[in-house]
C-alpha cells in the first residue's frame, strides 16, 4: 500500500531562521498529487500547499515545495520562520486518478518557532 | 461561505457507551469523508461516501462503527460500546468529487475513559 513519512515528529526553529520540513513516500499510485496541511492549535487542518507536477516549485504564505519524484520526496521549506507558523503540518498524498479520494496522510511534525 | 461544522466539539465516555458524531459538509460538495486523529498521529481515513453512497467503508475498526448519510448532505458517525482505544478526534471532511482539496471540519474530540 502507499504510505507517507515525516521523520521528524517535532522541529524547533529560531525566528527568521529557515524552515524544512521532510516529506518522503511511497505509493503504487501512477498518478498523484501531493499536499501539504497545516493544522494550528485547536482549528481544522487546512491546505498549505499542492502540487501534481514533477520538478516544479509550488508556493504559498511563504512556504515552498516542489515534488521530487526521483527522490519521492515533497519537503517544505520556508526561508525565515515567522512566530505564527507554529502549527503541526502533516504531508499527505493521494490518487489523481479518484479525484480528492483516500488522501494518506504523515503522521505530523510539529512546528515550533521560537523568539 | 460557510465551512465544515461538526457537532459536539467534545465528548467523554464511559467504555460501553455509544455515541454520534453529526457533520454539515460545505454545500454543493458531493463527497463526505470522516477521519480518526489519535492523539499525536495523522488523520486515518474510515469511510468516505459520494452522495449519499459509500465509497468505501473497509476502514471503519469494527461493526460498532458506522456511518451513514442518507440524504447525501449531512452524515452522521456512530460509535456503540465504546472503548478506551476509541479516543481520538473524530475529523469530517469534504470536497467536490472532481477536485483533489479536502476541506475539514474542527472536529469531535472523544475520550473514552
Known amino acids: 500500500g502507499d504510505s507517507v513519512t515525516q521523520t521528524e515528529g517535532l522541529v524547533t526553529v529560531t525566528e527568521g531562521l529557515p524552515v524544512k520540513l521532510n516529506c518522503t513516500y511511497q505509493t503504487t499510485y501512477l498518478t498523484i498529487a501531493f499536499f501539504w496541511y497545516v493544522q494550528y492549535l485547536n482549528e481544522a487542518p487546512q491546505v498549505l500547499l499542492r502540487?501534481?507536477?514533477?520538478?516544479k516549485r509550488t508556493e504559498h504564505q511563504g512556504f515552498h515545495a516542489t515534488l521530487h519524484k526521483s527522490s519521492s520526496s515533497f519537503h517544505l521549506q520556508k526561508s525565515s520562520a515567522q512566530l505564527s507558523d507554529s502549527a503541526l503540518y502533516y504531508c499527505?498524498?493521494?490518487?489523481?486518478?479518484?479525484?480528492?479520494?483516500?488522501?494518506?496522510f504523515g503522521k505530523g511534525t510539529q512546528l515550533i518557532i521560537q523568539p | 461561505e460557510a465551512g465544515v461544522t461538526q457537532s459536539p466539539r467534545y465528548a467523554v465516555l464511559q467504555e460501553g457507551q455509544a455515541v454520534s458524531f453529526w457533520c454539515d459538509p460545505i454545500?454543493?460538495?458531493?463527497?463526505l469523508y470522516w477521519y480518526q486523529q489519535p492523539r499525536d498521529q495523522g488523520p486515518q481515513l474510515l469511510v468516505y461516501?459520494?452522495?449519499?453512497?459509500?465509497?468505501?467503508n473497509s476502514q471503519l475498526p469494527s461493526d460498532r462503527f458506522s456511518a451513514v448519510r442518507p440524504k447525501g448532505t449531512n452524515s452522521t458517525l456512530k460509535i456503540q460500546s465504546a472503548k478506551q482505544g476509541d479516543t481520538a478526534t473524530y475529523l469530517c471532511a469534504s470536497s467536490f468529487s472532481s477536485g483533489n482539496t479536502l476541506y475539514f471540519g474542527e472536529g469531535s474530540r472523544l475520550i473514552v475513559v
Open positions: 454545500s454543493g460538495h458531493d463527497t
Open positions: 502540487s501534481s507536477t514533477d520538478n
Open positions: 499527505a498524498l493521494s490518487d489523481l486518478a479518484g479525484g480528492a479520494d483516500r488522501l494518506t
Open positions: 461516501f459520494r452522495d449519499e453512497a459509500v465509497i468505501d
